[in-house]
């Protein structure tokens, strides 16, 4: 059984910069694709981020819109951790960030695609 743990979270003022991480166990890490996702209240989950696996040692990167340049995702294998790099915070960025993760994934973007998740970790922004 696959677990997630999230870590990082916390209160920064815009302009600022926080790195969240998402340590997994069981499971083979390498091979699953994985996700940042995020919920402010109020509003339904939304897609953040997520490194799609190749099948061999490449991983492609995906990002939502709103946060493609400013937000870096990637991971470390040996680690069996996922990181997201947020830069250039803004108070619409305050929301729980959700790692998730899947063996098989049609849309990468699509939450009920991805089969475990952490418990979350808060990020709030202050303007």
């Known amino acids: 059984q696959v677990q997630l743990v999230e870590s990082g979270g916390g209160l920064v003022q815009a302009g600022g910069s926080l790195r969240l991480s998402c340590e997994a166990s069981?499971?083979?890490?390498?091979?699953?694709?994985m996700g940042w996702f995020r919920q402010a209240p109020g509003k339904e989950r939304e897609f953040v981020a997520a490194?799609?696996?190749?099948?061999?040692?490449?991983?492609?990167?995906y990002y939502a819109d709103s946060v493609k340049g400013r937000f870096t995702i990637s991971r470390d294998n040996a680690k069996n951790t996922l990181y997201l790099q947020m830069n250039s915070l803004k108070p619409e960025d305050t929301a729980v960030y959700y790692c998730?993760?899947?063996?098989?994934?049609?849309?990468?973007?699509?939450?009920?695609?991805?089969?475990?998740w952490g418990q979350g970790t808060q990020v709030t922004v202050s303007s």
């Open positions: 490194l799609k696996w190749s099948g061999d040692s490449t991983y492609y990167a």
């Open positions: 069981g499971g083979t890490f390498r091979s699953y694709h």
């Open positions: 998730a993760s899947t063996a098989d994934v049609v849309n990468i973007r699509t939450s009920r695609e991805y089969r475990h």
